[in-house]
């Protein structure tokens, strides 16, 4: 059987539910504080992605080079055996 709500439960529940409610100060102080963190975040988002940018800046003429030198070096153990072949050093 379902527990009956007397009248005065009822306006206890609904005294707790006002009590528990924010007030316009407090929805205000949480608005001002979720904008500055949201700041905070879009500061650090801005880091990185400067951050991001100088890497790809760097990293772009690296990357050009280290295949350069992969194909000098290519080159070079291609001349290499060819040598060690004539002379007959070759292994």
Same mark, same amino acid.
């Given at each position: 059987m379902p =527990? =009956? &709500?007397? &009248?005065e439960t009822l306006a206890e529940m609904i005294r707790r539910g006002f009590h528990e409610t924010a007030t316009k100060s407090e929805l205000e102080e949480l608005r001002k504080h979720g904008d500055e963190n949201f700041r905070l975040l879009a500061d650090d988002i801005r880091l990185v992605k400067e951050d991001v940018h100088d890497m790809k800046i760097t990293l772009g003429p690296l990357v050009r080079t280290v295949v350069q030198m992969e194909h000098e070096l290519q080159n070079f153990h291609l001349r290499l055996s /060819?040598?060690? /072949?004539k002379t007959g050093i070759a292994k």
């Open positions: =527990k =009956k &709500i007397t &009248i /060819r040598l060690e /072949r």
